[in-house]
């Protein structure tokens, strides 16, 4: 079955029948043997002569909705009308919108919240530009930045039909965080113009986000606006998987009994998420790590490697191992794919990995491996799905890193923030709650975000730049950090 969840491909078929109510019964039957998911059957309105019927129900893709909606067409006495998607629906008009927080219904509010009011409060912001994060949206606002070039599995669709996506983000910013995100979808594909864009529209945010930018492209993006900006720049196709990684792979071990430092970890996917997940494993810890890219397993002394996979082996694969992914297999315990669909067979978890495997299948929107036909051999699967347990999923981690960062005034993010991301993550799930198919817990989980802001802020207050009141929620603590400033060992 695809990899698609049915919600993604939700229709309701409006559809003219006979004055027969027996009609529902055979409509529901109909959609049901063809493996369609019904939400809901409504009379949208009946006469002496006829009805109208609405039928909501999901399928697989765009060609099972398809057969749904013939299977419909094909009963005695049913006429299809029109059939509307769901998903599209949602979409009109965009998902986001701007608000005014303040009344303006009198000339004395406008007098305050513009002209001539308004003109004191530039005045003060000009005298000292740091009031600008207590005297605008920008200490509460985020550009989510693209330029279209690596869209989800979509690939390099551009900046327009990049938008629905980073709308996506700053719906689930403003949801899972009350922080004001706007999609920033530039017209260039050209590093310098990226760069120079986001410097120039800085002055308006408190932190950036970037997404979609293809690698290895990103990399120099992501570092050049460190370097230039004094507000946090957060590559979250990067940084956001590691951290949810990192939080899921802590707990994993815990249910298998194994340590961090002490497992054979395999990656497969050299690009912008895997070199972030294996610099986040090593900083956490983690003392044998292979990554597996189209070359085959990455080693220090493969001479045709360059640039960014040399570097990434260089700081990999201890122990040189080269050839193909079982022989990367052979001994591991843990499998983390960020690659290509199919790549994993699950006689290689039986015959290569270490007993109680743990394997993270996260390719999108495809997985490396069914994770039921992972589940046979391996104790704890992950996937990115959400049609089955353990999906890693990156909201997990950015509205709460934001939160925290906004609120700390943090100039910079650090790997130390990172890594307190990810333990408070790991933490929200309790020593009673965990097993095999709850390492993680869900994004709708009202602890997380409040445990990722604190984590980031505690850290904040220590990092450089970071100024102002630590304003967030109490309602989990962050993983201490001892006198020396180094982890405790975490399971």
């Known amino acids: 079955m695809p990899a698609a969840t049915p919600s993604s491909y939700s229709i309701t078929i409006r559809l003219h029948t006979s004055p027969d109510y027996a009609v529902v019964g055979r409509v529901a039957t109909a959609i049901a043997e063809q493996g369609g998911i019904v939400t809901a059957i409504d009379i949208a ?34 006429k299809v009308h029109k059939v509307s998607d769901r998903t ?39 005298k000292n530009p740091e009031d600008a994060r207590r ?13 279209g070039s690596a869209v989800l599995g979509l690939g390099n669709i551009g900046p327009e039909a990049a938008m629905p996506v980073m709308e996506g ?21 050209d590093t310098d113009e990226i760069v120079k864009a986001v410097e120039m529209i800085a002055p308006g945010f ?52 194994k340590w961090l430092e002490e497992s054979r970890i395999v990656v497969a996917g050299g690009g912008a998420a895997g070199s972030a997940i294996v610099t986040l494993l090593l900083a956490a810890g983690a003392n044998d790590v292979v990554v597996y890219d189209r070359e085959g397993l990455l080693s220090a002394d493969d001479e045709r490697l360059s640039g960014a996979k040399l570097e990434l082996a260089q700081r ?48 999108n929107p495809d997985p490396e491996i069914d994770p039921a036909e992972a589940a046979q051999y391996a104790k704890v699967v992950a996937s ?25 005034h943090a100039e910079d993010i650090t790997v130390a923030m990172l890594i307190r991301a990810a333990d408070a993550i790991a933490g929200v799930v309790k020593d009673e709650e965990i097993n095999p198919s709850y390492i993680i817990p869900s994004v709708f989980h009202a602890d ?44």
């Open 45 to 78: 309105d009946s006469r002496h002569d006829s009805l109208v019927v609405d039928a909501t129900c999901s399928g697989f893709n765009l060609d099972h909705t398809d057969d749904l909606v013939a299977a419909v067409e094909a009963i005695e006495g049913v």
């Open 88 to 126: 599209f629906l949602l979409h009109l008009g965009g998902k986001i919108e701007v608000r005014s927080k303040v009344s303006l219904r009198t000339r004395d509010d406008l007098s305050m919240a513009y002209t001539p009011g308004v003109g004191r409060v530039s005045t003060a912001i000009a």
């Open 135 to 147: 005297l605008t949206v920008k200490g509460n606002s985020v550009a989510v930045v693209t330029d």
């Open 169 to 189: 983000k700053a719906a689930l910013f403003k949801q899972f965080a009350n922080i004001d995100a706007w999609p920033i979808c530039l017209a260039s594909q």
């Open 206 to 257: 408190g932190g950036i986000n970037l997404e979609d930018i293809a690698a290895p492209r990103c990399f120099e993006i992501e570092r050049r606006l460190r370097d230039k900006l004094d507000i946090p720049v957060f590559h979250d196709d990067q940084h956001g998987t590691a951290i949810v990684v990192l939080a899921a792979l802590r707990n994993a071990l815990r249910v298998v009994g």
């Open 316 to 363: 990999t694969n201890p122990r040189r191992v080269r050839g193909d992914l079982p022989d990367g297999l052979e001994g591991a315990d843990v499998f983390i794919g960020v690659s290509a669909p199919n790549l994993l067979k699950a006689e290689w978890i039986r015959d290569h990995m270490s007993e109680d495997p743990i394997v993270f299948a996260l390719a």
């Open 384 to 408: 990115g799905r959400s049609d089955y347990p353990n999906q890693i999923n990156n909201v997990l981690a950015f509205p709460g890193v934001f939160r925290g960062l906004l609120d700390a």
């Open 448 to 491: 997380v975000a409040d445990a990722v802001a604190v984590a980031i802020a505690g850290e904040g207050k220590t990092s450089a730049g970071a100024t102002g009141p630590i304003q967030v929620g109490s309602r989990a603590t962050a993983a201490p950090i001892d006198e020396t400033g180094t982890l405790p060992r975490v399971r």
